[in-house]
């Protein structure tokens, strides 16, 4: 799963809201609920289902034949999930026949008496006639998943003609149990087969291959689609649709993507690096791709980002770019490695409870810096990972948390920004301290052992034990079952040829980490001698013979600890950094000391070889205003109009526009056209200060291929320009916007605009599609959005009212009581 925090969206916008959690009285009970694994009674072997939908009705009906054993002691009961159903028939199958059996049912589970007492090893098959109402079902979903009903009917009855009729299916958590009965627990593994009818004018997506299709005399097909090795519950996936198939291959298997139409050309453009990215992951676990297949499919309204469904990866429709958005960089590529890795890590070894989720988090999180630092050099993947770290550190509220959570409120709980990238930042920890061959090794040695099986963490220390010779129980305990991060105050002193590093380790609680480190003591220029040190107690003071005073002394040479730092060096040592250490973090390090000392050295990364630093050096400048400066302004006028990278040169633009300067009329008007919406949403952003009549008129030409930075340009000119005739244009505009921090700042705009419409039809037709993008926040962040929504919807309805429309007032007034 790779999770999109909703929370992290919103933050900071209508704020007014944030305060109220706090008033909110806590409930703190499930911090004495230990988190067990699952308890095995029975166990799954083999799931067969014959499926078919009710469009109307947003229904499944189902016919369920489960093979399951005792796992080891002998019982004449079985339990299985299964939310929201109603249950037309259970039965025992022997043979053909099937022999009626007792049960009682909650809703939830399903207790079946047997009809004798089977021993450990003894198959037996339960046939279920069912049928799954998932929109009758109230399940809450978390901040990485935000719904849990399992099944989901996209447009069914095909009311709006914007949208394809689609149906897929989320497992994870637990809630595929809302369309077929089972034990839904991460430690279970079935194999399995599903016959789906559908109209035949859709196309079926399943775990495993399709094997056969069946035209019915009703103008329906049945797919049959067979899954025969075993995997976990909640990575059953189905998908239904109006899908065009664009083939790939690795070697000799499929590697297909299932997209709308309007896509297919761009299919290949967005996932053709997955072959690339198997061929990768093969090489560096040296385990072959374990399944038949591995397909793609795009749903929309999809309730996370992207799901590892096993051979059948299901992504949220932000995956969708066209040609354009694809010139400023490929935004999903993350993503697809992230799935693919759980291919590995997940599926193949699933962990086997949710306090375990790091298994499979933490390492998919991780592949994605594995994978920019093959593919796009070693500079993009200590971005990523720097990401990763930046993106624990910025929420101290994770900071109690620890990587196994054998405690916590909800199983949901867990998918969070702890598993995900904090996870992954400790494994490029234990990746630099073993070294690369045994990280590689490892990781080999724990997928052989526990492949088709679910294990736990301490089973991955185990696997690193049995390759290194070490014990690693230090750091299991430190950063798997222990919680926060060092805090590092770093000092330096030289006397009497003696060069000292004193590390004080200042965290609240008081836990002191054992920290191995890295640390580059350099005599002038590139000259430098490595020293590996042991940070054990709350200060450590480390001395180094030294002729002359050190140039520098780059503690964490590598860059790899998780931590907050303070590192007091001189503004002198941080330019040697910069030019000498010469890793990304080195480099990037040098420059927040230069912009926070307001330094002109800041200017240095102009320059930097690296997209990434010359963006965030630009991004630092502007901030500061330092733009003013005459030789700095030349460097970014030489950006914004010939560097390579089209987000840098956007943003170099972006800083242009401020200056508000006629000068740059020509630059604006040369890449108003240019092929990324980034670079000719800066441009059409310049114009509209330069020459406000002539960018309106781009504004309406380009408003039918407006996205990204281009469609929030052309959006503030119409909007600020606005008249009834361009209505049309500006809701379509922000109805077709994804869900973003930009879309919901735009809903102001828009409610402004609305306020100023005559036509009451369009004007209810806004503001319901104002309530749309609302209802798209999970329930438990709305408040976040509310009070503003509410705001704008109170000047639409004075508008209104003023001009003695009080019945569409009047609605407008119900619209959030």
Same mark, same amino acid.
Do not use: C
């Given at each position: 799963?790779?999770?999109?925090?909703?929370?992290?969206?919103?933050?900071?916008?209508?704020?007014?809201?944030?305060?109220?959690?706090?008033?909110?009285?806590?409930?703190?009970?499930?911090?004495?609920?230990?988190?067990?694994?699952?308890?095995?009674?029975?166990?799954?072997?083999?799931?067969?289902?014959?499926?078919?939908?009710?469009?109307?009705?947003?229904?499944?009906?189902?016919?369920?034949?489960?093979?399951?054993?005792?796992?080891?002691?002998?019982?004449?009961?079985?339990?299985?999930?299964?939310?929201?159903?109603?249950?037309?028939?259970?039965?025992?199958?022997?043979?053909?026949?099937?022999?009626?059996?007792?049960?009682?049912?909650?809703?939830?589970?399903?207790?079946?008496?047997?009809?004798?007492?089977?021993?450990?090893?003894?198959?037996?098959?339960?046939?279920?006639?069912?049928?799954?109402?998932? !929109?009758?079902?109230?399940?809450?979903?978390?901040?990485?998943?935000?719904?849990?009903?399992?099944?989901?009917?996209?447009?069914?009855?095909?009311?709006?003609?914007?949208?394809?009729?689609?149906?897929?299916? @989320?497992?994870?958590?637990?809630?595929?149990?809302?369309?077929?009965?089972?034990?839904?627990?991460?430690?279970?593994?079935?194999?399995?087969?599903?016959?789906?009818?559908?109209?035949?004018?859709?196309?079926?997506?399943?775990?495993?291959?399709?094997?056969?299709?069946?035209? !019915?005399?009703?103008?329906?097909?049945?797919?049959?689609?067979?899954?025969?090795?075993?995997?976990?519950?909640?990575?059953?996936?189905?998908?239904?649709?109006?899908?065009?198939?664009?083939?790939?291959?690795?070697?000799?298997?499929?590697?297909?993507?299932?997209?709308?139409?309007?896509?297919?050309?761009?299919?290949?453009?967005?996932?053709?690096?997955?072959?690339?990215?198997?061929?990768?992951?093969?090489?560096?676990?040296?385990?072959?791709?374990?399944?038949?297949?591995?397909?793609?499919?795009? *749903?929309?309204?999809?309730?996370?980002?992207?799901?590892?469904?096993?051979?059948?990866?299901?992504?949220?429709?932000?995956?969708? @770019?066209?040609?354009?958005?694809?010139?400023?960089?490929?935004?999903?590529?993350?993503?697809?490695?992230?799935?693919?890795?759980?291919?590995?890590? *997940?599926?193949?070894?699933?962990?086997?409870?949710?306090?375990?989720?790091?298994?499979?988090?933490?390492?998919?999180?991780?592949?994605?810096?594995?994978?920019?630092?093959? =593919?796009?050099?070693?500079? &993009? #993947?200590?971005?990523?990972?720097?990401?990763?770290?930046? &993106?624990?550190? =910025?929420?101290?509220?994770?900071?109690?948390?620890?990587?196994?959570?054998?405690?916590?409120?909800?199983?949901?709980?867990?998918?969070?920004?702890?598993?995900?990238?904090? *996870?992954?930042?400790?494994?490029?920890?234990?990746?630099?301290?073993?070294?690369?061959?045994?990280?590689?090794?490892?990781?080999?040695?724990?997928?052989?052992?526990?492949?088709?099986?679910?294990?736990?963490?301490?089973?991955? =220390?185990?696997?690193?034990?049995?390759?290194?010779?070490?014990?690693?129980?230090?750091?299991? !305990?430190?950063?798997?079952?222990?919680?926060? @991060?060092?805090?590092?105050?770093?000092?330096?002193?030289?006397?009497?040829?003696?060069?000292?590093?004193?590390?004080?380790?200042?965290?609240?609680? #008081?836990?002191?980490?054992?920290?191995?480190?890295?640390?580059?003591?350099?005599?002038?220029?590139?000259?430098?001698?490595?020293?590996?040190?042991?940070?054990?107690?709350?200060?450590?003071?480390?001395?180094?013979?030294?002729?002359?005073?050190?140039?520098?002394?780059? %503690?964490?040479?590598?860059? %790899?600890?998780?931590?907050?730092?303070?590192?007091?060096?001189?503004?002198?040592?941080?330019?040697?950094?910069?030019?000498?250490?010469?890793?990304?973090?080195?480099?990037?390090?040098?420059?927040?000391?230069?912009?926070?000392?307001?330094?002109?050295?800041?200017?240095?990364?102009?320059?930097?070889?690296?997209?990434?630093?010359?963006?965030?050096?630009?991004?630092?400048?502007?901030?500061?205003?330092?733009?003013?400066?005459?030789?700095?302004?030349?460097?970014?006028?030489?950006?914004?109009?010939?560097?390579?990278?089209?987000?840098?040169?956007?943003? &170099?633009?972006?800083?242009?526009?401020?200056?508000?300067?006629?000068?740059?009329?020509?630059?604006?008007?040369?890449?108003?056209?240019?092929?990324?919406?980034?670079?000719?949403?800066?441009?059409?952003?310049?114009?509209?200060?330069?020459?406000?009549? @002539?960018?309106?008129?781009?504004?309406?030409?380009?408003?039918?291929?407006?996205?990204?930075?281009?469609?929030?340009?052309?959006?503030?000119?119409?909007?600020?320009?606005?008249?009834?005739?361009?209505?049309?244009?500006?809701?379509?505009?922000?109805?077709?916007?994804?869900?973003?921090?930009?879309?919901?700042?735009?809903?102001?705009?828009?409610?402004?605009?609305?306020?100023?419409?005559?036509?009451?039809?369009?004007?209810?037709?806004?503001?319901?599609?104002?309530?749309?993008? =609302?209802?798209?926040?999970?329930?438990?962040?709305?408040?976040?959005?509310?009070?503003?929504?509410?705001?704008?919807?109170?000047?639409?309805?004075?508008?209104?009212?003023?001009?003695?429309?009080?019945?569409?007032?009047?609605?407008?007034?119900?619209?959030?009581?």
């Amino acid at each position: 799963m790779k999770k999109f925090f909703i929370a992290l969206v919103l933050t900071g916008f209508f704020g007014v809201a944030m305060a109220q959690d706090d008033e909110q009285p806590q409930d703190t009970a499930w911090k004495h609920i230990y988190r067990a694994t699952a308890t095995r009674i029975n166990d799954l072997v083999h799931t067969k289902l014959d499926v078919s939908f009710d469009y109307d009705k947003a229904w499944m009906y189902g016919k369920e034949w489960v093979t399951l054993h005792p796992h080891f002691y002998a019982t004449d009961s079985l339990t299985l999930d299964a939310k929201g159903m109603e249950i037309k028939e259970i039965a025992l199958m022997k043979g053909n026949s099937k022999v009626p059996l007792k049960y009682s049912y909650d809703s939830l589970q399903l207790r079946v008496t047997l009809d004798k007492v089977y021993k450990k090893g003894e198959n037996y098959t339960v046939y279920i006639n069912y049928v799954s109402k998932p !929109n009758e079902l109230k399940e809450q979903g978390s901040a990485a998943i935000t719904d849990a009903k399992g099944l989901y009917f996209i447009n069914p009855k095909g009311e709006d003609k914007d949208k394809p009729i689609q149906i897929w299916t @989320q497992g994870e958590t637990e809630s595929n149990s809302a369309w077929f009965p089972t034990i839904d627990k991460p430690n279970q593994k079935t194999t399995d087969e599903i016959y789906m009818t559908v109209p035949s004018k859709y196309v079926t997506l399943s775990n495993g291959v399709l094997k056969s299709q069946k035209k !019915n005399a009703d103008g329906t097909r049945t797919d049959y689609w067979k899954m025969d090795l075993p995997h976990a519950p909640y990575l059953f996936f189905m998908g239904v649709g109006d899908y065009v198939i664009v083939k790939d291959h690795y070697k000799k298997m499929p590697v297909d993507y299932y997209v709308e139409k309007e896509y297919a050309p761009f299919a290949k453009k967005i996932f053709g690096e997955t072959p690339a990215m198997i061929g990768f992951y093969e090489k560096i676990t040296g385990v072959p791709y374990a399944w038949p297949k591995y397909d793609q499919i795009v *749903g929309r309204d999809y309730v996370s980002g992207a799901m590892e469904n096993t051979t059948a990866t299901l992504h949220q429709e932000s995956a969708y @770019q066209n040609g354009r958005q694809l010139v400023d960089g490929n935004i999903w590529e993350d993503v697809i490695a992230h799935e693919l890795f759980h291919q590995w890590f *997940g599926d193949l070894v699933t962990t086997e409870s949710w306090s375990n989720i790091t298994l499979n988090e933490s390492f998919a999180d991780y592949s994605e810096t594995l994978w920019d630092t093959y =593919r796009h050099g070693k500079d &993009a #993947g200590d971005e990523h990972i720097e990401e990763n770290r930046e &993106a624990y550190l =910025r929420n101290p509220a994770d900071e109690s948390k620890p990587l196994v959570r054998f405690y916590y409120k909800d199983k949901e709980d867990v998918f969070d920004q702890v598993s995900y990238p904090k *996870g992954g930042a400790i494994l490029h920890m234990l990746h630099i301290y073993v070294g690369d061959s045994a990280f590689f090794k490892s990781l080999n040695l724990y997928l052989n052992t526990y492949k088709f099986k679910s294990a736990e963490a301490q089973q991955l =220390r185990l696997a690193f034990e049995e390759v290194t010779g070490q014990d690693l129980n230090w750091f299991w !305990n430190e950063w798997y079952y222990g919680s926060g @991060q060092p805090d590092l105050t770093i000092n330096y002193d030289y006397s009497n040829k003696t060069a000292r590093v004193i590390i004080e380790q200042t965290q609240t609680p #008081g836990t002191i980490f054992k920290l191995p480190l890295a640390i580059d003591v350099y005599n002038g220029g590139a000259n430098k001698k490595r020293y590996n040190v042991w940070v054990n107690d709350k200060i450590d003071t480390f001395y180094f013979p030294s002729d002359t005073k050190p140039s520098l002394i780059n %503690v964490d040479a590598d860059k %790899v600890l998780l931590a907050k730092k303070t590192d007091n060096k001189t503004a002198d040592e941080f330019e040697q950094q910069y030019k000498y250490a010469g890793s990304y973090m080195d480099r990037k390090e040098a420059l927040e000391y230069f912009a926070d000392k307001k330094s002109s050295n800041l200017a240095i990364g102009l320059n930097d070889k690296y997209h990434g630093l010359r963006l965030f050096t630009l991004q630092k400048i502007d901030q500061a205003k330092g733009y003013t400066v005459p030789a700095v302004l030349n460097v970014i006028e030489q950006i914004a109009d010939k560097d390579p990278d089209k987000l840098v040169q956007a943003k &170099a633009l972006d800083i242009l526009v401020k200056l508000n300067d006629k000068k740059y009329e020509a630059l604006f008007t040369k890449y108003v056209n240019d092929s990324s919406y980034s670079v000719s949403g800066a441009a059409l952003d310049g114009l509209s200060k330069l020459e406000p009549e @002539q960018a309106y008129t781009l504004a309406k030409k380009y408003s039918t291929d407006a996205r990204g930075k281009l469609g929030s340009a052309v959006t503030k000119i119409l909007m600020a320009n606005a008249t009834e005739d361009d209505f049309n244009t500006i809701f379509e505009n922000y109805k077709n916007s994804p869900l973003s921090q930009s879309k919901i700042q735009e809903t102001i705009s828009f409610g402004n605009y609305l306020a100023s419409v005559k036509n009451a039809e369009n004007v209810r037709k806004g503001v319901d599609e104002i309530m749309s993008v =609302r209802n798209q926040v999970p329930e438990q962040y709305r408040h976040f959005v509310d009070p503003g929504i509410k705001q704008t919807f109170n000047k639409i309805s004075e508008a209104k009212r003023s001009e003695g429309n009080t019945q569409l007032a009047d609605y407008i007034d119900g619209l959030l009581k």
